[in-house]
Structure formats: structure tokens, C-alpha cells
């Protein structure tokens, strides 16, 4: 089935109103890193999900300004590191600053050419096989082509701060 575009109706709900309330939505914290000319990039993200298992694939969404966004589609592949509650600072690092700032202190290693920290809850690396703007994100799709998990407590966000995850 085709992908349909529907009218967006008129809302009352206004932006501020509507990143409040999606702030009760729990959601994984995320760094999506890939290769630039001048070295890693990378940033923080909440919006990752699986997305198929035959290919095993994940989508991740981001601002269609992102520099890493960017990045991703030239390079065509990017890894998805979901970080554990030990890591939880790495959110507001990746989050602000220039690619050399974020990556500054922090352990990775590359699998696949892509950075992947390392002692992560899980760390992906994916070639992107397709991608769409909607609204003022775009979705990636990627094919995992590498897969490593950990047994840390992932860090979650929820009513606007970091909890950990424990079962």
C-alpha cells in the first residue's frame, strides 16, 4: 500500500502544550553517531524504534536541521548506542557543543567505519536504506549490520528527567 498524505487539520494545541504532555510518553535515550570529514558526529535522541526483523531494521527520527542528519545520509550509515544509566551525562553532552566536543572524553571504537561507544545497553550499526521528511523531522530506516548488547540499566526519560530502567 502506497504511503498517503493527509491534510493536516487545524489544531488548538500549541507546541509548548504539546512537548509537555509527550513528556509523560517514557522513551529510551539514545546517541546516534556516524563519520564525518573531520572525524565522529553524533547526537542525542528519543525517538528510535525497531522497526522490522526480516531485515532487522531500526527508524530513528530527527530535526531535518540536524548536522548529524545530515551526516547520516551523505555517509550512508549510522549506529544507534542506547545508553545505560553509568552513561546518562553522555545525553547532554551529545546534545550541545561542536562533534569535537561531544566525542570529547568519550570511549568508542570503530565497527563497521561507524563509532560505536562502548558499554552500552545496545549498540547498532545500521546502513540506511531509506528516508523521508515528514513535518520538521525526517525518518531514517536502517538495516542493522552489526548488533552488541550489555547488560546495563538503560537510562529513560520521562516527565522530563532521566530514570533508570530496572526490571
Do not use: Y
Not at 113 to 129: D, I, K, N, Q, R
Amino acid at each position: 500500500m502506497p504511503a498517503r498524505t493527509m491534510p493536516n487539520p487545524p489544531s488548538t494545541v500549541t507546541g509548548d502544550l504539546f512537548r509537555h504532555a509527550v513528556t509523560r510518553l517514557p522513551t529510551g535515550v539514545a546517541v546516534l553517531t556516524t563519520t564525518g570529514p573531520d572525524g565522529p558526529v553524533g547526537c542525542t535522541v528519543n525517538a528510535v524504534m525497531s522497526l522490522s526483523t526480516r531485515p532487522p531494521a531500526l527508524l530513528v527520527s530527527l530535526n531535518a536541521t540536524s548536522r548529524t542528519l545530515h551526516q547520516i545520509l551523505d555517509t550512508g550509515s549510522f549506529a544507534v548506542n542506547v545508553l545505560p544509566w553509568h552513561a546518562r551525562h553522555l545525553a547532554g553532552q551529545f546534545a550541545t557543543g561542536t562533534p569535537a566536543q561531544r566525542f570529547a572524553g568519550v570511549d568508542w571504537r570503530p565497527r563497521h567505519g561507524m563509532p560505536v561507544l562502548t558499554g552500552v545497553c545496545l549498540a547498532a550499526v545500521c546502513e540506511v536504506s531509506a528516508s523521508t521528511s515528514m513535518l520538521d523531522h525526517t525518518l531514517v530506516a536502517g538495516t542493522v549490520t552489526w548488533l552488541r548488547t550489555g547488560d546495563h540499566p538503560a537510562t529513560v526519560l520521562h516527565a522530563g528527567a532521566q530514570h533508570p530502567l530496572t526490571a
